[in-house]
């Protein structure tokens, strides 16, 4: 029996439209909603969300049940770090501030097992393999293990091609929040020159062969990404979804 499909990978592939939430308050129970609620793919956090392996693995075991593919970003991307997070049982990874065809590459080799890269075989203890119950997950593994990268920088966008031809990277996500702060626009994502900047970079990502995707909740630069080919869009996150429902529920209830 081989590793599990990774249907997100093979629908970036098609370049079908995915429709994302961002799952950042480290619960399982929240993960679960998320999860339950239609969208295509999830992103669990542990970057700025409080998450760790244990409690990453818990949200991963919570949403198994749903469609929505659980893709989680790591806060750096050391090669310890996804080693844990594939043999819990992530087979997406987001890793943030790629700025270099050299990183892409590490990154890349991280991910896959030798001869194609450095992952260690400890497989037969991971929930990746079913405990040791999928017995020929070694092989046919690094094929499911879909890594993207995040440009979100003024040298990643000098970058992006290296970047965007790293064999083993399968797509790109703009982080449009710190690309704005490194071009001198803190808090402004929406400046007419960030708003230039993803465009072109979308553009390039997609021209070079590459899925091209985002995290905004700006109607605007979700309407940009999609004239510009981007085809997964975060559009929101669970953290923003329960602030904005409680104070629309006090409003609401303060106006009867």
Same mark, same amino acid.
């Given at each position: ?5 990774? /249907? ?15 799952? /950042? ?33 818990a ?11 659980p ?46 890269g ?11 393999s ?35 031809t ?14 704005? #702060? ?7 994502s ?11 970079l ?11 995707g ?5 109607? #605007?630069?979700?309407?940009l ?32």
């Amino acid at each position: 029996m081989p590793a599990p499909l990774n /249907a997100f990978k093979q629908a970036l592939l098609k370049r079908e439209m995915l429709h994302g939430l961002w799952v /950042a308050l480290a619960s399982p129970h929240a993960a679960e909603v998320s999860a339950g609620s239609g969208f295509d793919w999830i992103l669990i956090d542990a970057e700025h969300g409080p998450n760790d392996i244990p409690l990453v693995a818990a949200q991963l075991a919570a949403v198994a049940r749903h469609p929505a593919h659980p893709v989680v970003r790591l806060p750096m991307g050391e090669a310890w770090m996804i080693k844990q997070a594939l043999d819990i049982g992530a087979q997406s990874l987001l890793i943030p501030m790629v700025e270099t065809g050299e990183e892409a590459l590490r990154l890349s080799r991280a991910c896959r097992y030798p001869p194609e890269g450095i992952r260690g075989m400890g497989a037969g203890l991971g929930r990746a393999s079913d405990f040791g119950r999928i017995a020929d997950y070694v092989e046919t593994a690094n094929a499911q293990v879909c890594l993207i990268v995040q440009i979100e920088s003024r040298l990643g966008i000098d970058n992006v091609e290296a970047i965007v031809t790293t064999e083993g990277v399968d797509g790109v996500l703009i982080g449009p929040a710190d690309l704005a #702060a490194d071009m001198g626009h803190t808090g402004n994502s929406g400046h007419p020159d960030v708003m230039a900047a993803v465009d072109g970079l979308i553009r390039k990502i997609v021209g070079l062969g590459k899925p091209a995707g985002i995290m905004t909740t700006d109607a #605007a630069m979700i309407r940009l990404a999609r004239d510009a080919g981007a085809c997964f869009i975060a559009v929101g996150s669970d953290v923003g979804l329960l602030a904005k429902g409680a104070a629309n529920l006090l409003a609401e209830s303060k106006a009867l």
